[in-house]
């Protein structure tokens, strides 16, 4: 349901809200069209200069909603949703800021790998079980996460699956500060209002030098894409996908 992702602007900050506390904010298909469509209306948007990501308390994102991929680990179709969403985040012409409190799994780790500025509570644990589940990373993320943390912190975080602290997401560059969870919010619009009261154009300009063509990022979302949908098709993925789902329950 759309009404799991919550929008509302202040001033010139778009804010995206994902607001499905009984899953600990699981992202279903819908979401993550709501989401790229919202993106591209605040990107075409002059009035907006800034899209913010938030989650809910204690949960920014627990990451793809399994019962989707294990419908297409099952046979069915996945849609594409997810990867029109990641081609958005590659794509968005504006600075995103985001805040992140508590769990914060697959997309919820690697949406912030886009961010121009992340702020995350120390209660926060950044993971990405791809490979435990048999899947290989998304969202461009291996192309991105060695560039920002260093090779073997991204091998760390991406193929071993660890769970990063905030601090220690802090000191590998995954985060740009962490801050008390009664402060988040405060912190994120107030770092957001900062961003969107600079001269747009000049800042723009800055941002494009500083993140370089897209084309790379664009294509390894691309080639990550075809590999994921293989995986996910396999008996190793859907397998591991049992299993977890198994303990869930």
Not at 29 to 51: C, F
Not at 119 to 128: E, H, N, Q
Request: one cysteine or more.
């Amino acid at each position: 349901m759309t009404d799991h992702i919550l929008v509302e602007r202040q001033g010139a900050i778009q804010i995206i809200r994902m607001n499905r506390p009984d899953k600990k904010n699981a992202l279903t298909r819908a979401m993550y069209a709501k989401m790229s469509q919202t993106l591209a209306e605040g990107d075409a948007d002059p009035a907006i200069r800034v899209h913010v990501f938030l989650g809910v308390p204690g949960a920014f994102s627990s990451g793809n909603d399994l019962a989707d991929f294990m419908v297409v680990a099952t046979g069915g179709d996945g849609g594409t949703e997810v990867w029109d969403f990641l081609m958005a985040l590659a794509r968005v012409e504006k600075p995103m800021v985001s805040g992140v409190d508590g769990i914060a799994v697959g997309i919820g780790t690697t949406l912030n790998l886009h961010c121009d500025l992340t702020f995350a509570t120390p209660r926060t644990v950044f993971r990405t079980p791809f490979v435990d589940l048999g899947l290989v990373p998304e969202a461009g993320s291996s192309l991105l996460a060695p560039r920002v943390l260093g090779q073997q912190a991204a091998f760390a975080l991406l193929a071993l699956g660890e769970g990063f602290s905030a601090e220690r997401a802090k000191a590998t560059g995954l985060i740009y500060e962490m801050v008390e969870e009664g402060a988040l919010e405060a912190s994120v619009l107030a770092a957001a209002g900062q961003i969107a009261a600079k001269p747009p154009q000049a800042l723009k300009i800055a941002r494009d030098l500083m993140r370089g063509s897209r084309d790379d990022l664009v294509a390894r979302i691309g080639e990550e894409s075809e590999h994921f949908r293989e995986r996910l098709k396999s008996d190793e993925a859907r397998a591991a996908l049992t299993a977890f789902m198994t303990r869930k329950k």
